[in-house]
């Protein structure tokens, strides 16, 4: 994981909400649903990798403290 993916995935989930919001507007509902569910399991990848990199920076900085 690293940061990059991270900004990948939050762009996906940009771009699922917007398709998931128009999708309302149009009384597509299970389509909305749809891209509703995957934006939101985007921002979670996303929140996972930037996680995992702030672990990373702080196992460093504690074995550089050493």
Do not use: K, P, Y
């Amino acid at each position: 994981m690293s940061l990059e993916e991270a900004s990948r995935q939050l762009e996906a989930a940009i771009h699922d909400a917007r398709v998931s919001f128009d999708c309302i507007l149009l009384e597509e509902l299970d389509r909305a649903h749809t891209n509703a569910i995957t934006a939101r399991a985007a921002v979670d990848a996303a929140e996972q990798a930037i996680r995992v990199e702030m672990e990373r920076r702080a196992a460093e900085e504690g074995g550089s403290a050493d």
